[in-house]
């Protein structure tokens, strides 16, 4: 089966550092997706993005945060200034219609340290 | 250094039982939803969704059941494995928003 591909598995940052998490989404895929899990809590929704646009945004997308596909294929989340509370699983999905009864495809993650 | 529990509720069972969990969601206008299981160190995998208009659905040793007058979801799960262990998610969304939201996830345990 395809799958949504995510570098790295691993970040570890300082306060106030930016970061980018990569994702490369399935390929006839059209929505994408960015969705955060602070450890032993709720998956949460940060954002959504199609047609090199922001569809919809959580209101943890705040001014720090920003994506981007600089290509054909990849998919990038920006923290321009990391806080200790950005420390997360960072979950990238995507979708071929973006229709809510969809399947989502989700990345295995990129686990943010901000120390 | 210091370690943070998951403060998840847990479901412990036997190899073979049958399990069931449950989930209790927020949005009345939600039409749409889906269980999702998810490993240790994997991103969530969808299971097995259904929508409003059902009230219960099966795939291949799962069924979910959906109670719209309490807002109710439950996954029950046939002769549970030790691969079925894994933390489950439900989530809901609402026609013509694509989001998902998560519920708070429940950590199925499997003996063998």
């Known amino acids: 089966e395809p799958e949504v591909t995510q570098t790295p598995s691993h970040q570890v940052t300082q306060m106030g550092q930016e970061v980018i998490l990569r994702c490369v989404p399935i390929?006839?895929?059209?929505?994408f997706y960015w969705y955060r899990q602070i450890l032993g809590q709720k998956v949460e929704f940060l954002v959504s993005?199609?047609?090199?646009?922001?569809?919809?945004k959580s209101e943890i997308f705040d001014d720090q945060f920003s994506v981007e596909r600089p290509d054909g294929s990849n998919f990038t989340l920006k923290i321009r200034s990391t806080k200790l509370e950005d420390s997360a699983m960072y979950f990238c999905?995507?979708?071929?219609?973006?229709?809510?009864?969809?399947?989502?495809?989700f990345g295995s993650g990129t686990q943010l340290s901000v120390l | 250094g210091e370690s943070v529990g998951l403060h998840l509720p847990t479901l412990s069972v036997q190899e073979g039982d049958n399990s069931i969990i449950n989930c209790a969601y927020s949005?009345?206008?939600?039409?749409?939803f889906i269980w999702y299981k998810q490993e240790s160190g994997k991103g969530p995998q969808f299971i097995i969704d259904?929508?409003?208009?059902?009230d219960k659905r099966q795939g291949q040793r799962v069924t979910v059941l959906l109670n719209k007058t309490v807002k109710h979801l439950s996954l029950q799960i046939a002769a549970t494995q030790p691969g079925d262990s894994a933390v489950y998610f439900c989530?809901?969304?609402?026609?013509?928003?694509?989001?998902?939201?998560f519920g708070k996830g429940t950590m199925l345990l499997v003996s063998p």
């Open positions: 259904i929508r409003s208009n059902m």
């Open positions: 390929s006839n895929h059209l929505y």
């Open positions: 999905a995507s979708a071929t219609r973006g229709l809510t009864n969809e399947k989502l495809f």
């Open positions: 993005f199609y047609n090199n646009e922001i569809s919809e």
């Open positions: 949005n009345s206008a939600s039409d749409y």
């Open positions: 989530a809901e969304s609402v026609s013509g928003y694509s989001t998902l939201t």
